[in-house]
């Protein structure tokens, strides 16, 4: 009778059986010390004479069993249990095609949503975030991620009103160059100069298929001779400036223009958002003169070739090759 009771009880225990606690590991060192068995242990814990002795052979180190050691071991294997167990960890091909594509910069979300276009394997981004942080002995991925949340200073160009004359201001822009209907219409902005350095960027963005281009350029000033460079050998319908001294040639373009309201930058958001991603690669304060053209190229290449999800997770240079040359829909 006793026998059964006791093979009863031992098999209640296993069917429940939970980690370890810090409180019940701080007592189990507390028991050993004092020279119980490991079985005697196990009683006072209300734990299987099994569990104790895989407690203390696991999660022991050099022979002695040590309370906070054994917690912190306990828990690492946890964590690494389930990133072994990820999704990602599952395919190699998916892992590491998110290796190759977070170093071309994409995002989580831009992975996901190519992939599931793809039709190849469905996965969320929030799967591919919990794979990049869940290693708990760190993932090299975490340095591609792109983090939120700069604020933007306004800028103050003295006396615009008599700067840049006849302009037209961006509330006169047709709708279908607000809703992004025809292929040709431009945004376009300089990257900055800091003061120490000269050399900076014109940067220019399609609207419709987000394509960026950029040129260097010797002084802010010279930012027009830029645009040129870049309309040469592309179809350009309109382009979008803020009001910057740097713009007062813009007629020199001979394309139409339209013009932010005053300190409204904002209104131009894709060249300004194409920047941005630029300087992911290229840091303010940066001495953009010793950069080639070669590298710039290359900076835009790995930028126009990253899927959007506002273009259906397609990239700025398949949209932008399925438009050129201009459709006629539009005078």
């Given at each position: 009778m006793y026998m059964r009771r006791a093979r009863q009880n031992t098999t209640?225990?296993?069917?429940?059986?939970?980690?370890?606690?810090?409180?019940?590991?701080?007592?189990?060192?507390?028991?050993?010390?004092?020279?119980?068995?490991?079985?005697?242990?196990?009683?006072?814990?209300?734990?299987?004479?099994?569990?104790?002795?895989?407690?203390?052979k696991r999660n022991g180190v050099n022979g002695e069993y040590d309370p906070k050691k054994a917690n912190l071991k306990a828990r690492v294997k946890r964590l690494y249990s389930k990133f072994q167990g990820m999704k990602v960890r599952q395919r190699s091909e998916i892992e590491a095609y998110i290796h190759e594509k977070m170093r071309m910069r994409w995002s989580p979300e831009d992975i996901a949503g190519r992939l599931e276009s793809e039709g190849d394997f469905s996965i969320t981004a929030k799967t591919i975030y919990k794979y990049v942080y869940g290693n708990p002995f760190g993932n090299p991925l975490v340095k591609y991620l792109k983090y939120q949340g700069k604020s933007w200073r306004r800028s103050r160009s003295p006396k615009w009103g008599q700067i840049i004359k006849n302009r037209t201001f961006i509330g006169e822009r047709p709708v279908f160059i607000n809703n992004r209907e025809r292929f040709g219409d431009f945004e376009a902005d300089a990257a900055g100069v800091p003061r120490e350095f000269k050399t900076t960027l014109a940067v220019a963005r399609e609207r419709k298929s987000r394509k960026l281009f950029a040129v260097k350029i010797q002084r802010l000033k010279r930012a027009m001779d830029g645009y040129k460079r870049i309309f040469k050998n592309v179809p350009a319908l309109s382009v979008t400036f803020d009001n910057g001294s740097e713009n007062s040639r813009y007629e020199k373009l001979g394309v139409k223009t339209y013009f932010c309201n005053p300190y409204h930058f904002w209104e131009k958001g894709s060249v300004e958002n194409g920047i941005g991603r630029i300087r992911e690669f290229i840091p303010k304060k940066t001495d953009l003169a010793t950069y080639s053209d070669r590298a710039i190229s290359d900076i835009l290449d790995i930028i126009n070739n990253k899927p959007m999800k506002c273009l259906g997770y397609r990239t700025p240079n398949e949209v932008f090759e399925e438009h050129c040359p201009i459709p006629s829909d539009y005078s």
């Open positions: 209640q225990i296993t069917k429940n059986y939970e980690h370890f606690t810090q409180d019940e590991r701080n007592e189990l060192s507390v028991l050993l010390k004092k020279g119980y068995s490991l079985r005697d242990a196990a009683g006072a814990l209300k734990k299987s004479p099994s569990s104790v002795s895989r407690e203390v």
